[in-house]
DNA sequence: CGACGGGACGC
DNA sequence: CGACGGGACGC
């Protein structure tokens, strides 16, 4: 429709908007919630095989650096992207326990916003079809990117004749995404927009809480299953937690703005908490709880006081919820936090599985679903004690048993290592390891002499140079000042000749300024074969030329998100000169349409 | 010679 | 709870 042309050239006009590529192709894309301490690196070593990775973004806040627990990570082609999603969700990375939940990312336009209907918009292509053939026909020719839900040719209501286009419907994203791409080009597929939704019912989408949200209520919550009476009933209640400053009545009252409430009471639990109450409340309708539990759930009644609003299933066990659990808090939370996605995401299952969100984490199902058992959960907030547990263990037995497997000692380490990072105690440590939970000399060398490995492991065994090599052998780590760079650096090399032709160049940024050049320089270095390195006018990026691809690699593989005399670096293989303008991009696309 | 079609709904 | 950053071609 002229929409969809419109946003086209919008784009291509608009020389501000540099992400067009993006969301191109269309939905390759993945959009994942994770733990806060997962790192680039860990999603790069999950996620690599299921195709070319374009971009891996972890979101950070922006003012205070944190990590989100919110990565994007953006593939080359759209079956990339959902072959990954559907493998991946509900699964574990690296020795992090909450299980990955990884969603085809929306459109920046579209943003957070969930469609009623959204599962259909990764399942539905929209095609173009001659006017002279027939349903099977078309079914022939996509049956064999996947299992086809239907084919549908669009006719003329009267004459019944074919209006020249049809819906192609998968029950995979990935079948989809293979049609999209290997499909006979003329039929011009694209991702169908969804339909319209259905008008809900007239009572209870009229509360005035939350306007502007008000239309996501019911299909957020069930988007898998068309579920019977009987399931649905347990979705009717609502087991509520308050503050006990407030009376069954008020709460009655408020859980009553939300039309189709049949009750609201008090319920006696054995484990309570102080200044808490509980309660059920009840709806003579699914959608009205579901929209009830939404609106209201961490809503401050009284100010200052959150509410928590869980469906209530009939047939469970007496409610565990967080507020009143008795096992340790850190234990509790962490299992509340990921259990909906545990229990109800089977590995494999298909396409149905990412549209969890609304159920996740809700309850009645905690009481039963534990964590991912995984060899070294690491409560967030804590890294610190775990791990030098794990690598800087008391006996010297487990040490020893540790040296004799090499591998699992740098796999630990690497763990270790990244979750120091992911902390941001990576500097403090190495410098002043005294300071920290470490129970004495011993187990100190020990530590840093693993960290010592690590480093020559990482930069794939290259050995160190003669002035970075321990000269002390009780404190190693002294000899060399991390705040140079956070990760140990292969000896120093010849520069290559500056005619040298160019074999790949990197793209560097720096953050929050770039150090000085003879600090790039020697760290770009001392992969080899450098021709120059050199940063734009007085801006933080800049490009670092070699003669050998493979010195440029082991240079961005080394140094990205790595951290020189206090300055964060990215790097990443640079764009050809020029390329990055609108006309050129606008050429190229005209170029691959053809 | 000469410039942008066709194309939005089923189980 | 969990949605959008920064950074592109020198001396």
Same mark, same amino acid.
């Given at each position: 429709?002229?929409?969809?042309?419109q946003s086209?050239?919008d784009?291509?006009?608009?020389p501000?908007?540099k992400?067009?590529k993006q969301?191109?192709?269309?939905?390759?894309r993945?959009?994942?919630?994770?733990?806060?301490s997962?790192?680039?690196?860990?999603f790069?070593?999950?996620?690599?095989?299921?195709?070319?990775?374009?971009e891996?973004?972890?979101?950070k806040d922006r003012?205070?650096g944190?990590p989100k627990?919110v990565?994007y990570i953006?593939?080359s082609?759209t079956?990339e992207?959902?072959t990954a999603m559907?493998?991946?969700?509900?699964?574990?990375?690296?020795?992090?326990?909450?299980?990955?939940?990884v969603l085809?990312?929306?459109?920046?336009e579209?943003?957070?916003?969930?469609?009623?209907?959204?599962?259909?918009r990764?399942?539905r292509?929209?095609?173009v079809?001659?006017?002279?053939?027939?349903?099977?026909?078309?079914?022939?020719?996509?049956?064999?990117?996947?299992d086809i839900?239907?084919?549908?040719?669009?006719k003329?209501?009267?004459?019944?004749? $074919?209006?020249?286009f049809? +819906?192609v419907?998968y029950?995979?994203v990935s &079948? #989809? !995404?293979?049609?999209? %791409?290997?499909?006979e =080009?003329?039929?011009?597929?694209?991702f169908a927009d969804?339909?319209?939704?259905?008008?809900m019912h007239a009572?209870?989408?009229?509360?005035?809480i939350?306007?502007a949200? $008000?239309t996501?209520s019911n +299909?957020d919550?069930?988007p898998?299953?068309? &579920? #019977? !009476?009987?399931?649905? %009933?347990?979705f009717s =209640?609502l087991?509520?937690?308050?503050?006990?400053?407030?009376n069954?009545?008020?709460l009655?009252?408020?859980?009553?703005?939300?039309?189709g409430l049949?009750?609201?009471?008090?319920?006696?639990t054995?484990n309570r908490?102080?200044g808490r109450?509980?309660y059920t !409340?009840?709806?003579?309708?699914?959608q009205?709880?579901?929209?009830a539990k939404?609106k209201?759930?961490g809503?401050e009644y009284?100010?200052?006081q959150?509410?928590?609003?869980k469906f209530d299933y009939?047939?469970s066990e007496?409610?565990?919820?967080?507020?009143?659990?008795?096992l340790?808090t850190?234990?509790?939370?962490?299992?509340v936090?990921?259990?909906g996605?545990?229990c109800?995401t089977?590995?494999?299952?298909?396409t149905?599985?990412?549209?969890l969100?609304?159920?996740?984490g809700?309850g009645?199902?905690?009481?039963?679903v534990?964590?991912?058992?995984t060899t070294?959960?690491s409560?967030?907030g804590?890294?610190?004690h775990?791990?030098?547990s794990?690598?800087?263990p008391?006996?010297?037995a487990?040490t020893?048993?540790?040296?004799?497997n090499l591998?699992t000692?740098?796999e630990?380490?690497?763990?270790a290592?990244?979750?120091?990072?992911?902390a941001?105690?990576g500097?403090?440590f190495?410098?002043?390891?005294?300071?920290?939970?470490?129970n004495?000399?011993d187990?100190?060398?020990d530590?840093?002499?693993?960290?010592?490995?690590l480093g020559?492991?990482?930069?794939?065994?290259?050995?160190?140079?003669?002035?970075?090599a321990?000269?002390?052998n009780?404190?190693p780590?002294?000899?060399?000042?991390?705040?140079?760079?956070?990760?140990?650096l292969?000896?120093p090399?010849?520069l290559?000749?500056?005619?040298?032709p160019?074999g790949?160049?990197?793209?560097?940024?720096?953050q929050?300024t770039?150090?000085?050049?003879?600090?790039?320089?020697?760290?770009?270095?001392?992969?080899?074969?450098?021709?120059d390195?050199?940063?734009?006018?007085g801006?933080?990026?800049?490009?670092a030329?070699?003669?050998?691809?493979d010195?440029?690699d082991r240079?961005?593989?080394?140094l990205?998100?790595q951290?020189?005399c206090g300055?964060?670096l990215?790097?990443?293989?640079?764009?050809?000169p020029?390329a990055?303008?609108?006309?050129?991009?606008r050429?190229?696309?005209?170029i691959?349409?053809?």
């Amino acid at each position: 429709m002229a929409d969809r042309k419109q946003s086209v050239l919008d784009r291509d006009s608009h020389p501000s908007l540099k992400e067009s590529k993006q969301d191109e192709p269309p939905n390759s894309r993945l959009f994942i919630v994770c733990g806060k301490s997962v790192t680039e690196d860990d999603f790069r070593e999950a996620f690599h095989k299921y195709g070319t990775i374009e971009e891996i973004w972890m979101v950070k806040d922006r003012t205070t650096g944190e990590p989100k627990g919110v990565a994007y990570i953006k593939f080359s082609k759209t079956s990339e992207a959902a072959t990954a999603m559907e493998e991946m969700n509900g699964r574990c990375i690296g020795c992090h326990p909450r299980p990955l939940k990884v969603l085809i990312a929306h459109s920046r336009e579209q943003g957070s916003r969930r469609d009623s209907n959204e599962e259909e918009r990764l399942l539905r292509l929209f095609v173009v079809v001659p006017k002279s053939m027939n349903d099977s026909e078309l079914r022939d020719h996509f049956a064999q990117f996947g299992d086809i839900d239907y084919v549908s040719i669009v006719k003329d209501k009267n004459t019944k004749e $074919s209006k020249g286009f049809a +819906y192609v419907k998968y029950h995979r994203v990935s &079948h #989809t !995404a293979k049609a999209f %791409e290997c499909c006979e =080009r003329s039929f011009k597929p694209v991702f169908a927009d969804p339909r319209p939704p259905k008008p809900m019912h007239a009572d209870s989408s009229q509360s005035n809480i939350g306007s502007a949200s $008000s239309t996501t209520s019911n +299909y957020d919550v069930f988007p898998y299953e068309n &579920h #019977t !009476a009987a399931s649905t %009933e347990g979705f009717s =209640r609502l087991a509520v937690v308050a503050s006990s400053s407030v009376n069954q009545d008020q709460l009655w009252k408020l859980f009553d703005i939300i039309p189709g409430l049949d009750y609201c009471e008090k319920r006696e639990t054995k484990n309570r908490q102080q200044g808490r109450c509980q309660y059920t !409340a009840v709806y003579n309708n699914a959608q009205a709880a579901s929209y009830a539990k939404e609106k209201l759930h961490g809503f401050e009644y009284p100010p200052g006081q959150r509410l928590i609003v869980k469906f209530d299933y009939i047939n469970s066990e007496p409610t565990r919820s967080t507020s009143t659990g008795t096992l340790p808090t850190s234990t509790v939370q962490s299992s509340v936090q990921y259990a909906g996605v545990n229990c109800l995401t089977p590995v494999g299952s298909g396409t149905r599985l990412p549209f969890l969100s609304g159920l996740q984490g809700q309850g009645g199902m905690e009481s039963n679903v534990q964590p991912v058992p995984t060899t070294n959960p690491s409560p967030v907030g804590a890294p610190y004690h775990g791990l030098i547990s794990n690598i800087a263990p008391n006996n010297a037995a487990r040490t020893a048993a540790l040296h004799n497997n090499l591998a699992t000692l740098a796999e630990t380490i690497a763990q270790a290592t990244s979750l120091i990072q992911a902390a941001g105690l990576g500097q403090g440590f190495l410098q002043s390891p005294s300071k920290h939970a470490v129970n004495g000399a011993d187990e100190r060398n020990d530590l840093m002499g693993h960290l010592e490995m690590l480093g020559a492991l990482s930069t794939q065994g290259i050995p160190l140079s003669p002035n970075q090599a321990p000269t002390n052998n009780n404190y190693p780590g002294e000899t060399y000042d991390p705040s140079y760079c956070s990760v140990k650096l292969p000896t120093p090399q010849p520069l290559a000749p500056m005619d040298s032709p160019v074999g790949e160049r990197l793209f560097i940024v720096c953050q929050p300024t770039p150090p000085p050049i003879y600090v790039l320089k020697d760290i770009f270095g001392r992969f080899g074969h450098l021709i120059d390195v050199y940063m734009l006018g007085g801006r933080s990026c800049g490009y670092a030329k070699y003669a050998d691809k493979d010195s440029a690699d082991r240079a961005l593989m080394t140094l990205h998100g790595q951290e020189v005399c206090g300055s964060r670096l990215k790097v990443m293989t640079a764009e050809p000169p020029n390329a990055t303008n609108n006309d050129t991009l606008r050429k190229r696309i005209r170029i691959e349409e053809q």
